[in-house]
């Protein structure tokens, strides 16, 4: 009976059976396979943790899983698959590059700014040049496994189509970002720009009563040096470089005398403080440099301020004013100051022509009218407001945050995260264009020139403009229209066309471009 049944077995019996040797034999290869690949895993991530240790000390295992869980959670299939599949492919492969130059790098125990860089994580995403880099007040970040106050503040490199190409998190809220300039040492200059940018440096500048800021590489976002202030000093959110990329200057603020100072900084010697200099005023905040190489101008906000506090110690006594000096020996220039003692000179902008753009933060009471957005050249005795329809300066609730100028075109953007708003002026008539509702935006910068083209239809053939960024995640650029008045879509007359990029994560103060 049991031969005739066995006899009598179907053809497609007898094939599965005859796989079944060779599906075990599988079975056992795969998770021969799995488990070598994870005990090779576990003892890679135990060999670099080892050494992680031997230079951070806080570093934890959490911080691998951190970071798994980071990456997954940025492969969203709403944006599509395929980019976020090539930024996490890419962010592995940097991974593996920054792990392999580690055990090549040469660690100085007597530098004391190494311990500084135990804060901070670096997280690169795409291989693509940065075009603009900004500070964030609120990072992505997975609650789950971090503090709610743990590594929340950040700087981030954005690319030409506005995404974010690296992040690197910040033990504090940061303020200013600096981008060192391109040196122009040879005639065949523009052919090397590619490799020069590569090696330019970012300041990152703590939040204003800091007594810290950084350097980063702004191709990549990695920390290469953490500076602090001297003794009786705190910076005051703002630098700049000297034309050659060979100084940097900083606002400082004596916290003994509450005199303003400026900085001088060697950027060829780990960024040493070599020189100080008076700013011949209190509360200095922003400065530039002068097209002619050789001036720094400073906005002095008028403000006294202690060393571990914002509060303002002298509103009705303050005296803001804009000072000229001698970027060598700190010599001053010229000094001139406000029609209202309230008006705090807070921050500039400098067009190539030599004229100072000027943002005014006014400290009086709210039902007071005054000029926010002025200009002055040297030899001026004054300054000079540009035009707000109707004097209606309450617009921007007494508060600039940001000023930024296209000298090329003739354009100036002002920034309100108070009033909500963007603004844009035609320098060449000095009367405003048109202003756009954008919640608590404050950075603005121009557009680079690889992001002004456009393949649209509807939007106009010439457009320039700027990029806003704002503390709800988008970066947004406005566009001018090339006529006076354009129909767009039959959604009426606008001088100003937007188009936003969210992000989730909230900017900062003030965006820059390279």
């Not at 506090?309 to 970027?327: A, G, I």
Request: net charge negative; proline share 4%.
């Amino acid at each position: 009976m049991f031969i005739t049944k066995g006899n009598t077995m179907s053809e497609d019996e007898r094939h599965n059976r005859s796989d079944e040797p060779k599906a075990s034999s599988v079975s056992r290869e795969f998770l021969t396979t799995s488990m070598l690949t994870a005990v090779g895993t576990a003892a890679l991530v135990g060999i670099h943790h080892r050494y992680r240790k031997q230079q951070h000390p806080d570093a934890s295992l959490q911080d691998y899983v951190t970071g798994i869980r980071a990456q997954l959670q940025a492969l969203q299939p709403a944006t599509g698959s395929t980019p976020n599949l090539r930024r996490f492919r890419y962010a592995c492969q940097q991974a593996a590059v920054t792990w392999q130059q580690a055990y090549h790098h040469v660690i100085d125990d007597n530098k004391s700014d190494v311990l500084d860089l135990t804060a901070m994580h670096t997280t690169t995403m795409l291989a693509r040049p940065v075009r603009w880099v900004s500070g964030v007040a609120s990072m992505p970040k997975n609650n789950a496994s971090l503090n709610q106050n743990e590594h929340d503040f950040g700087v981030v490199g954005i690319d030409a189509d506005r995404q974010i190409v690296w992040q690197t998190t910040m033990p504090e809220r940061v303020h200013d970002i600096v981008v060192q300039p391109v040196p122009v040492t040879v005639p065949d200059a523009q052919a090397q720009h590619s490799d020069v940018e590569q090696r330019r440096d970012v300041v990152v500048m703590g939040r204003r009563p800091s007594e810290k800021f950084w350097v980063l590489n702004t191709s990549n976002g990695q920390v290469q040096y953490a500076i602090k202030a001297d003794l009786h000093r705190h910076f005051y959110g703002h630098a700049c470089y000297s034309l050659d990329g060979n100084l940097l200057y900083v606002t400082e603020n004596d916290t003994v005398s509450l005199a303003g100072k400026i900085g001088v900084y060697d950027t060829h010697n780990a960024y040493k403080k070599v020189a100080e200099f008076d700013s011949y005023g209190i509360g200095p905040h922003e400065l530039i440099m002068h097209p002619d190489g050789e001036t720094l101008v400073i906005a002095n906000g008028g403000i006294k301020t202690e060393q571990a506090s914002r509060e303002e110690l002298n509103l009705d006594t303050m005296r803001p004013s804009l000072v000229y000096l001698n970027r060598h020996d700190g010599t001053l220039l010229e000094q001139v100051t406000p029609e209202h003692n309230q008006m705090s000179v807070r921050h500039l902008a400098m067009h190539d022509g030599g004229t100072v753009m000027i943002g005014i933060q006014f400290q009086g009471e709210k039902h007071i009218n005054v000029p926010l957005v002025l200009t002055h050249q040297r030899g001026d005795v004054s300054f000079t407001p540009l035009t707000m329809p109707n004097n209606q300066w309450q617009r921007f609730h007494q508060y600039i945050a940001s000023v930024a100028v296209d000298s090329e075109r003739n354009l100036l953007c002002v920034t309100t995260p108070i009033g909500g708003c963007a603004a844009i002026y035609d320098l060449h008539t000095r009367e405003l264009i048109d202003d756009v509702s954008l919640p608590d935006c404050a950075g603005a910068s121009v557009l680079s020139s690889a992001s002004r083209s456009t393949n649209k239809v509807d939007e106009p053939i010439e457009s320039s403009g700027f990029v806003v960024s704002d503390g709800q995640g988008q970066l947004t650029a406005l566009k001018v229209c090339a006529s006076p008045v354009s129909k767009l879509n039959g959604k009426g007359d606008k001088h100003i066309i937007t188009d936003s990029q969210l992000h989730m994560m909230s900017f900062d103060n003030h965006l820059q471009a390279l």
